[in-house]
Every structure is written in C-alpha cells, then in structure tokens.
C-alpha cells in the first residue's frame, strides 16, 4: 500500500508545502487504490480519473507559482452523488436520475474547487438519502472495509467506506437524520453535521429542507476541521444560509488534542443509551465517559424526555418534506423517461407514473406514500402539525441540558455493523439505527461522530456522538479531538490498522 494514502490530509497538505510531494503522485496514488479495492467495496457510482489529475496538475502548477489558494490545495476528495457536480453524473443512488450531468456545482463543490481540492468521483449512497446501510441504492451497495460483508452504514456509506479503505482522504457527506454521524460510527472514521444552515445546500438534492446538512467525513478531527473550514460559511445562493461565520475550529482541534478538558461539563443523555443498545456500544461509550472523567471532565447525567419521541416525530417530517421534494422527477426535466407499454399516445400523467414506478426504489416509495398522507387534508394537524410540536419540544430539551452541559454525550449508532440483508425487509428495524442521530437534525444542534473503539463481541467499530449547542461547532471539534488524543494513547496507533477486510484487500 503507497505511504500516501495512510496519510491523514493534514499531513498530505505539510508534505505538499514541504515539496516532498506533489498533487498529481498523491490523486494517482488514491486513484490506483480505488482501482485496487473498489470492485470489493464499491464506494464509488462515479470515478473522474482524468479530471481529478488535471486538477491536480493545476494545483501543483499553482504551488510552484509561489500561491496555494487554500490549506488543503491539492488534497484529493471524494463526494457525496447527492451534491451537484458541474459535468459530473449526479444519481442521488436513484434511477431516476440515472444519465443526468448538472449544469452547475453545488457551492460546497464550487468550495472544493476553489480550494485547490481534486474531485474524485462521485460516492455511493442509498437512493435519495433514505437508508442507513446503502443498500437502498439502485447501483448495488456499498461494503464496510471492516468486513465486506456487513454495511457501511447509511446513507453516506460511499463515503464512509471511501474514506475508511484509503480510497480518498477525505469526502463531503450528507446529515439529515445520522447519514454523516452513524456512517462514521459503524466505518471507525470521523463525520461531522455543523450546525443547521451554516454550510450552503445550494446544489444539493434536498431530502428534508429543514433537516438536511453538509459535512465532511474524514479519518481525523483535525481533518474534518480543514475540510469544514473549507465548505462554511454564509452563502448568499442559500435562503436558509446564516450570516454568522464559522467559529476557529482548527484552533479547537488543537486546544481539544492537548487532552485536557478541564471545566468542561459533559452531560450524558440518558434517554440515548440502555436498553436496545449493544452492549460492546455501552461498554465503549462507558470507557470514553471515564476516559474524559481522568482528563478532568465534569461529568453529569442529563434527561432528555422527549427524545424518545425524536424517530416517530422524523419519519413525518421527513416524508411530509421528502414526498413534496421528489414531486419534482416527473419524466419531463430530468434524467430517465418511461413510456408505459401498450398505451397508444400517453398523456403526461401516463409518463409520469410510468417513469416514477420505474425509476424509484422501494424505500422511496413508501416515503412518498407516508408523506403524501401526513400531508393530506383532514390529517395535515393530526400529524404534521404534531410532530412540529413535538419538535419544539425537543429543541427545549436540548436548551436545558446545554444549561447543565457544555457538550452532550451518546453512542452514535445503538449497533455496530450489521451484515449485509439483515434488516432490508424490516423498514423500522431500518430506521432504529438512527435513534441517537436524529435529535441533532430535528433541532439544527450540530454534532460530530469519533471512533470510541470495537465492540468485544464482533471486533467491529464503535462510535462516540458529542453534541453542542447551535453555532457552538468549535465545542464539538475540541471535545472530539480531546477524546481522540485519550483514545489513541491507549490503542498507541490508528484504529484503522486492525480492520481486517483492509489489509487484506492492500
Ligand atoms: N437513515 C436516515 C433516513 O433514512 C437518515 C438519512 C439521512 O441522514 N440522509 O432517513
């Protein structure tokens, strides 16, 4: 295995500004690894060989003329097939939208671009964004490096397991309900949802509106705090974009790597553990808990009450959003068209449902259906109207915990990787993997997933969730880089040297 894809991006972007290597070996390198490992992993839809090693050509053009135009110039990335990618295919996962090439990029991608950052390709995802496994993409799903027989997580998989086998250094995902957060948990990598609206969505396919966020997906904290740093900030494109700039989170990551979080109140919440939780997850998440105790942590357990409610409020908000978002593939602007067999000069209305029968997936399906009727008239305040009540009440739940709290404290994910079709046919045993990720999104808090370890019984890893008040991002990277630095005194190395299927595939 080249020594350049073991590298994090931060040590990527010193190495570049030493000149010990350039932009073109470091993108053919994490291209040559793709080739490599990518038939078994399958995190990619999308491969842009020829455009990532012009760019980084650019980039080293561009350094040898005396200006890098960012930190991460020429630090290769892959990104999520969610986000618009001007002449790259975009699928969100889906058929229907198999064959479309946007016009324009997403302004984080114009970000990426403008930082000096090599493109990829495109990475796997379940169809739409629904799904925490990738199986729901209509391209086949992605596998966990760890073992390839279980999931990746949903429903950024692709970047997840991009990240996690050394295929890119660093990736964009997507956080609507966990799809950064439980992706890193189930991977061993780190994944980051900012706080609502303060990374742009414009170009992004929209899921749920209110619920969706950019964020990276990376190996380190320091790593997602550069790429962050990159993708944040007011974007005038985006109704929703706050004008509030993003707090120094590199400065965090480095006064969090110190390992001492002295005065630093840490609430455990206690509705986000227990019963239905693994107990390799509990046992992990406990060591971290007492980790952060002996680095001088308050510790204090926190309730939640409403929390319980956070899954059954989401799966109506998220259809009710979803369901009205997808109305827009109707044959006639985008991608595929059917023409239904056997009807002699079909109406639009005919091609419509033609083309949506075939070109949206199962999971789709049923979220259009259960929005549609959250929708309808007669039962819009029965249910819609409800959960957005239920809403408010857990943003309360969160104000008065961050009153006890500077940071909140959970398992990211209730299991470890499961195996490949385990859950497929049970939607809600589907949705369960997101019980401690959804609070964040129905509140806009931001939050971040790090590795905490694998569990006892399966060897598989493990994610610790820290969650911070809105705008309050730097809190979330120190605490995670801290965490990080307790952590891997006690491995004495990267968690990712012991996944298994890795290796073996190097
Ligand atoms: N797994 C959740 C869902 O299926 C979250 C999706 C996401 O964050 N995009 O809706």
């Known amino acids: 295995m080249s020594d350049l894809i073991r590298k994090t991006a931060a040590q990527l972007a010193d190495a570049l500004a030493a000149g010990e290597t350039t932009s073109v070996e470091i993108t053919q390198a994490h291209l040559d690894r793709i080739g490599q490992v990518d038939g078994a992993v399958h995190a990619f839809l999308h491969v842009d060989a020829e455009g990532a090693l ?34 790259l295919p975009t699928t969100c996962g889906s058929k229907i939208l198999e064959g479309w090439v946007p016009p324009y990029d997403a302004t984080v991608v114009r970000r990426l671009r403008d930082a ?16 925490s496994s990738t199986e729901h993409s209509a391209y086949g799903p992605t596998h966990n490096p760890w073992d390839l027989d279980r999931i990746p997580g949903g429903s950024g998989g692709g970047s997840a397991a991009a990240v996690a086998a050394f295929e890119a250094p660093l990736a964009l995902g997507t956080d609507t309900g966990g799809s950064i957060r439980q992706p890193g948990a189930v991977t061993g990598t780190v994944g980051v949802k900012p706080t609502y609206g303060s990374v742009s969505r414009y170009g992004l396919v929209a899921l749920a509106n209110s619920l969706d966020q950019v964020g990276p997906v990376t190996r380190t904290v320091m790593d997602a705090a550069l790429l962050h740093e990159v993708i944040g900030g007011h974007d005038p494109r985006d109704s929703t974009s706050i004008t509030q700039s993003v707090p120094d989170l590199t400065d965090a990551v480095r006064r969090g790597a110190t390992g001492d979080l002295t005065g630093v ?6 509705e986000l553990g227990g019963e239905g939780y693994q107990d390799g997850v509990q046992a992990r998440f406990q060591e971290a808990v007492d980790l952060m105790v002996g680095a001088g942590a308050e510790v204090v357990e926190v309730s939640c009450p409403t929390f319980v409610h956070a899954l059954a409020t989401y799966y109506l908000i998220l259809p009710a959003e979803a369901s009205s978002n997808l109305a827009k593939f109707d044959a006639m602007r985008y991608g595929l068209r059917v023409l239904p067999e056997g009807v002699q000069s079909p ?5 419509m449902r033609a083309t949506r029968d075939a070109g949206f997936g199962d999971e789709v399906k049923r979220r259009i259906i259960l929005g549609t009727y959250a929708l309808s008239s007669g039962y819009y305040d029965a249910y819609y109207g409800q959960a957005q009540k239920v809403r408010t009440l857990i943003s309360r739940d969160f104000d008065a915990a961050f009153e006890k709290a500077d940071v909140l404290i959970s398992p990211t994910a209730p299991t470890t990787a499961f195996k490949l079709g385990e859950k497929l046919d049970d939607p809600i045993a589907m949705y369960l993997n997101d019980l401690a990720t959804i609070p964040a999104n129905l509140s806009g808090v931001p939050g971040i997933s790090v590795p905490g370890g694998l569990a006892d019984e399966d060897g598989l890893p493990v994610g610790v969730q820290i969650l911070a008040p809105t705008m309050a991002d730097d809190r979330v990277y120190r605490v995670g880089a801290a965490l990080e630095t307790l952590l891997a005194d006690q491995w004495g190395g990267p968690l990712l040297d012991r996944a298994p299927s890795l290796n073996g595939a190097s």
């Open 265 to 270: 109140r840490v609430g455990v919440v206690k």
């Open 54 to 87: 012009a760019q980084a050509a650019e980039s080293d053009a561009r350094r040898a003329a005396g200006g890098p135009s960012s930190a991460l110039d020429g630090v290769p990335i892959a990104v999520k097939d969610v986000l618009a990618t001007e002449g």
């Open 347 to 351: 109406s639009a209305e005919d091609v």
């Open 116 to 131: 000096g950052m090599p493109i990829l390709g495109k990475t796997n995802m379940d169809e739409f964004a629904m799904g």
